[in-house]
């Protein structure tokens, strides 16, 4: 079956640390990869995207890079803010039938001033 | 550009009661989604629509669950009779197709918390 990852959390930073949260996934098919972000009260938001392989998503200073000889897609982040201080989840979607999300189990990530 | 809305926010409800969400997606989005988030996991796909047919139930607890979106436009979920186990945030999301690439926009969820 379909199945993503994660680190365990939650993980607890300086700022201004690099930041890894390591992802792996299973899938029968050939996946896209997505990191979402969920900040304390709010929705879920896409942070970033990769569709195939050797891909790499950025956005807001966050990279990740679609591994698939490793079947990874670690979030890394070369000097964090507080303001990063958020839940964030791994997620792959398979391009054949229903097409649906499938989540990692999120990894809480607190940045300390 | 408005976002995808939810009500109520927060529900709390007595086992074997029934509750009711509503979803507004964003106007022109085609594809309407449910999600159940447990504490603690990540979200996991109740239902997804394409304008107003069902393309994925294969999760939902039909004995209990249902959902609708009758025109192809807002969405409701309804859990009758709740048990403990179904405390968790709803989360509603649209998309503008079910294309592989194309984002997903959730909603802020609402939380239900059956006692």
């Known amino acids: 079956g379909n199945s993503v990852t994660q680190m365990e959390g939650p993980v607890t930073l300086s700022e201004e640390a690099f930041l890894t949260i390591n992802c792996t996934y299973t899938?029968?098919?050939?996946?896209?990869l997505f990191w979402y972000v969920q900040y304390p009260g709010e929705g879920l938001q896409l942070l970033l995207k990769?569709?195939?392989?050797?891909d790499k998503g950025s956005n807001k200073g966050f990279e990740a890079t679609y591994r698939k000889e490793t079947t990874s897609f670690h979030l890394e982040k070369g000097s964090v803010q507080v303001s990063d201080s958020a839940v964030y989840f791994c997620?792959?979607?398979?391009?054949?039938?229903?097409?649906?999300?499938?989540f990692g189990q999120g990894t809480r990530l607190t940045i300390n001033p | 550009e408005a976002g995808v809305a939810q009500s109520p926010r927060y529900k709390i409800i007595e086992k074997r009661q029934s509750v009711a969400f509503w979803c507004n997606p964003i106007?022109?989005?085609?594809?309407l989604y449910w999600y159940q988030q447990i504490l603690g996991q990540g979200p996991k796909l109740l239902i997804q629509?394409?304008?107003?047919?069902?393309?994925?139930d294969s999760q939902l607890p039909k004995d209990r669950f249902s959902a609708e979106r009758l025109k192809g436009v807002d969405s409701t979920l309804k859990i009758q009779p709740a048990k403990l186990e179904d405390s968790a945030v709803y989360l509603c999301?649209?998309?503008?197709?079910?294309?592989?690439?194309?984002?997903?926009?959730f909603g802020p969820g609402t939380r239900l918390t059956v006692t």
């Open positions: 990769a569709t195939k392989a050797d």
């Open positions: 997620a792959l979607r398979i391009i054949q039938g229903a097409q649906k999300l499938v």
């Open positions: 899938a029968t098919g050939y996946p896209s």
């Open positions: 629509f394409q304008n107003n047919g069902v393309v994925d």
């Open positions: 106007s022109g989005h085609a594809t």
């Open positions: 999301a649209s998309s503008p197709g079910a294309e592989p690439g194309r984002e997903q926009y």
